[in-house]
């Protein structure tokens, strides 16, 4: 009985996700690594996102959205973290807000990652006010801020939960 159990131990210790033995009998190793995610606002999974570039014709016929994207971020608040912009192609970014200020991401080091956020898309009029205040915040000269003068209509996004693959 108690080699059995002794067994039984080795053979839960042994079932780790590290590393898997090859069938054969040349010891080759393969290392399984598994995507990492650090998670602020809400719990959220990443499966189930749809590629940035499929919010355009799931939103087309309206105003609101519930959806989880993925997407690469550009650039995120350099003051507290409160927003981050993200690639929508071209030459377009989305805003993404959080849901009540409830949470913030990184200031810093963001750019480029990879980010799968929940939450609504919706079409919004940002008057000239807020645009320079985004600006502000993501540390534009005062002459890139002066230089905004129109109030601009996007797509944009408040997000109950983000992960970032690190």
Known sequence: MRKLYLIL???LVGCGDQELASS?????????TKTSYMSYGSKIKADGALKIEELSVKIKDQDTLLIKLEAV???????????????LGGEKDMMVRFADYGFFVPTDGQQGKTAIFEGKAFRDTVD???LRHYAEDAGKSQEEIDNITESEIV???V?????IKE
């Open 9 to 11: 131990i080795a053979g």
């Open 159 to 163: 997000a109950d939960g983000v992960i």
């Open 155 to 157: 797509v944009a996004f």
């Open 24 to 32: 054969d009998d040349t010891n080759i190793t393969e290392t399984v």
């Open 73 to 87: 971020i550009n650039e995120t608040c350099s003051k507290k973290g409160c927003w981050m912009t993200v690639d």
């Open 128 to 130: 000239i006010e807020t």
